[in-house]
């Protein structure tokens, strides 16, 4: 069984950074492709950020230059380092890691940006 456990989401001013986290753990004996997505209200999931099994990058044109992906495979964790956060950045963020070749979600964290 493997389980991806989310933290790091919070309420932010506008402009503040956050940093969220998100572990896989059980019978890990491979991690491959690793991301983050999110969803607003209202509105469809949509990619903001993944990494590669090699370690190439992509990012949507939204957040290029403000967030970054990074992993710690020592750790089975992926990164989202989020700065110059903006209002339209309110979502809930989930992560997908492929994990012995399955694909597995983590359970969502709220990220919420208001002054």
């Known amino acids: 069984q493997v389980q991806l456990v989310e933290s790091g989401g919070g309420l932010v001013q506008p402009g503040g950074s956050l940093r969220l986290s998100c572990a896989a753990s059980?019978?890990?004996?491979?991690?491959?492709?690793m991301g983050w997505y999110r969803q607003a209200p209202g509105k469809e999931r949509e990619l903001v950020a993944a990494m590669s099994g090699g370690g190439s990058t992509n990012y949507a044109d939204s957040v290029k230059g403000r967030f970054t992906i990074s992993r710690d495979l020592a750790k089975n964790t992926v990164y989202l380092q989020m700065n110059s956060l903006k209002p339209e950045d309110t979502a809930v963020y989930y992560c997908?890691?492929?994990?012995?070749?399955?694909?597995?979600w983590g359970q969502g964290t709220q990220v919420t940006v208001s002054s």
């Open positions: 059980g019978s890990v004996f491979s991690i491959g492709a």
């Open positions: 997908n890691i492929v994990v012995n070749r399955y694909n597995y």
